[in-house]
């Protein structure tokens, strides 16, 4: 076989279960998702919680233009969609904390949005403190006709790192969220970040191996990113903090992987702020690093869950 029949045919299996893939099963193609800002800000930045936000987030560098413009949300996605308005696709309150509201309000957004059309799911992504019974009563009732996932920030699972960067919700936080979401049987997306000061490659593990544990349907991993206007920045530019490099990378996905259950969709496997946004790391391309990924398990003859047992 040659090198390039073999890239081929290792593109063809993937040795995790992707998101694309998972999408595909439902709706016999991969799906678009078109992000929205509810804006709602962020407890962390408003006062609720804090007033400085994660050392690691600059909001701007989460959310596309076309969703940064203060329109109304179901306007947004007419704009996103402006060149392809026949196509199908699912919604992703992306910017901000996408259930930091008022139920009232939270409730008319979902039954807005949820009613443009083509629309063939919604992803809410918030943080664990800002769900609640009501909440997750608000989605419910949409789950038999579209395909509802919760994603929520995590980031790691050892509090000391969680309060290190400023979270202000610990990981008990979190657990309480997914269950409440687990009991109405609404899927739960864990966005993780390797990499993440005082952490090394057990502590990572230790994330990987609390999500198999706690069956978690989906994971969001990103690796951390020096993005402008954070603190991150600052503690960078002093020599505080050092990020992954991208030879190592790939490697500490994989082993990732290895620890995370067969069924866990796996939703991103690297982040991706915005050129113009970010300091450190430069890598290559985001798709040489994910075939990198997949390299690595190849190479290994492995794949995602191998080290797990139930
Ligand atoms: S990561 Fe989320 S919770 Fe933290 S400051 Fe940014 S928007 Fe707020």
């Not at 300091?279 to 390299?295: E, G, V, Y």
Request: aromatic share 8%; net charge neutral.
């Amino acid at each position: 076989m040659t090198n390039r029949m073999k890239k081929k045919s290792q593109q063809q299996y993937l040795p995790y279960r992707s998101l694309s893939g998972y999408l595909r099963g439902i709706f016999g193609r991969p799906l678009r998702k078109v992000p929205v800002d509810p804006g709602f800000g962020c407890p962390n930045r408003d006062g609720t919680i804090g007033f400085e936000g994660c050392s690691f987030c600059n909001a701007e560098s989460f959310v596309p233009q076309h969703a940064r413009s203060g329109k109304d949300p179901v306007q947004q996605v007419r704009d996103h969609l402006k060149n392809s308005p026949k196509s199908k696709y699912i919604i992703y309150l992306q910017g901000g904390t996408g259930t930091h509201a008022h139920l009232e309000d939270f409730r008319d957004l979902v039954d807005d949005l949820i009613q443009i059309p083509g629309n063939v799911g919604l992803f809410v992504g918030t943080r664990p403190d800002c769900v609640n019974e009501e909440i997750i009563e608000v989605l419910m009732p949409y789950m038999s006709r579209k395909l509802i996932w919760l994603e929520l920030g995590l980031q790691t699972v050892s509090d000391a790192t969680l309060n290190r960067i400023g979270r202000g919700h610990d990981v008990a936080e979190f657990t309480r969220a997914r269950h409440l979401a687990r009991e109405k049987g609404i899927p739960v997306c864990a966005h993780i970040i390797l990499g993440l000061p005082g952490e090394g490659h057990e502590e990572m593990m230790d994330t990987a191996r609390f999500l198999a544990e706690h069956e978690l349907e989906g994971v969001k991993i990103h690796h951390l990113q020096v993005i402008r206007g954070t603190k991150i920045e600052d503690e960078y530019k002093k020599g505080e903090i050092v990020t992954l490099d991208a030879a190592e990378y790939p490697i500490l996905v994989a082993d990732f992987l290895e620890r995370l259950t067969p069924r866990m969709v796996i939703h991103r496997l690297l982040a991706d702020a915005p050129d113009d946004l970010l300091i450190a790391p430069r890598w290559p391309t985001r798709q040489k690093l994910i075939l990198s990924i997949r390299d690595r398990l190849h190479l290994r003859g492995s794949f995602q869950g191998k080290l797990w047992s139930p």
